[in-house]
């Protein structure tokens, strides 16, 4: 299927790993230019050196951390000398953080604010008005199943995801007469580092008997458990809805948070 974005100009935060990653190798496949966002600089050079070789594509990295407040209007200003115009941004940067209040400090909620919600609300402010005079325009928000069905295992990133879906939600209905469409995706657990950085450690902590298994047997088991599917998803699962959800093939659906999980409302 032709998803009617070839020529088209995306950004994709967070695009050196994992999700990210997958969302913009679509889009390229697509043949739409993409700028890709990521904090190490390294990383994100050798991931943006993988997508042009895999897909031939058009490339271009942008090393940024998206908590910083300039973030916005600096990749903003990058994209609009480098190409002259954007059509989609994917608002993907971010991790999670395991536990519930007892366990969060005053700075894991700042921290994680500023990552995961106001970054991309600047993020959104910076780009609408260039989205706006084509009235055309397409923004992706990667948020978790968590801001549906709260989860006392990871309260602080299912409290920033709930309002992610209600920035989602109301932004949508503020720029739809723009021609603008905005989208959420309630991911469930999917396999990446973010899991085995963030996610993994706490499940060994609560269950003995996996303490000692490596990080896939572990992942595996909460798949399997908390997944009626009966796995972990894929980051191309993933990236295929937001590409569409990105596309000219989207007409009609807005302000929404689609449910990728497996079928699960819980995480572990
Ligand atoms: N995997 C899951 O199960 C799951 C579930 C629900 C929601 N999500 C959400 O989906 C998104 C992608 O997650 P993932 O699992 O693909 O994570 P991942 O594999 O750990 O990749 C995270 C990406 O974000 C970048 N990043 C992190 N902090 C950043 C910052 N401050 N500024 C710019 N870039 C930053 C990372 O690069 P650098 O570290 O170099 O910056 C990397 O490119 C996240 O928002 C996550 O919360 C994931």
């Known amino acids: 299927m032709d998803l009617g974005i070839s ?26 230019s993409v700028v890709v966002v990521a904090r190490d600089r390294d990383r994100l050079e050798a991931s943006a ?8 594509g058009e490339v271009f990295a942008q090393p940024m951390d998206v908590s910083s407040p ?7 200003e990058g994209v609009m000398g480098r190409f002259g115009r954007l059509d989609i941004l994917v ?12 366990d969060a400090t005053e700075e894991d909620w700042e921290e994680m604010a500023a990552l995961k919600l106001t970054s991309m609300r600047r ?3 910076a780009a609408i008005p260039v989205l706006a005079k084509q009235r055309w325009g397409r923004i992706v928000n990667m948020s978790s199943i968590g801001g549906i069905y709260p989860n006392p295992k990871l309260l602080v990133s299912h409290v920033l995801s709930a309002a992610i879906n209600n920035l989602t939600k109301g932004l949508a209905l503020e720029v739809a007469p723009l021609g603008i469409l905005v989208n959420a995706i309630g991911i469930g657990a999917v396999a990446t580092d973010n899991w085995a950085a963030n996610m993994i450690p706490s499940v060994r902590r ?35 809805i937001a590409v569409f959800l990105a596309s000219a093939r989207n007409g009609f659906v807005t302000g929404d948070t689609i449910e990728a999980s497996g079928g699960a409302d819980r995480f572990m």
Do not use: F, W
Not at 14 to 25: H, L, N, T
Not at 49 to 56: D, F, N, P, V
């Open 70 to 76: 300039t973030a916005a209007t600096e990749i903003m």
């Open 91 to 102: 608002n993907n940067a971010g991790r999670a953080h395991a536990g519930g209040l007892l």
């Open 206 to 240: 609560r269950r003995p008997e996996l303490k000692d298994a490596p990080d896939e047997e572990v992942l595996a088991v909460v798949g399997r458990e908390s997944t009626p599917i009966g796995r972990p998803g894929l980051p191309e699962e993933i990236a295929a």
């Open 7 to 32: 020529g088209r100009v995306a950004i994709v935060t967070g695009a050196s790993a994992g999700i990210g990653y997958a969302v913009a190798e679509q889009l390229l496949v697509e043949g739409t």
């Open 49 to 56: 050196a993988s997508l042009r070789e895999r897909t031939g």
């Open 123 to 125: 993020m959104c402010r």
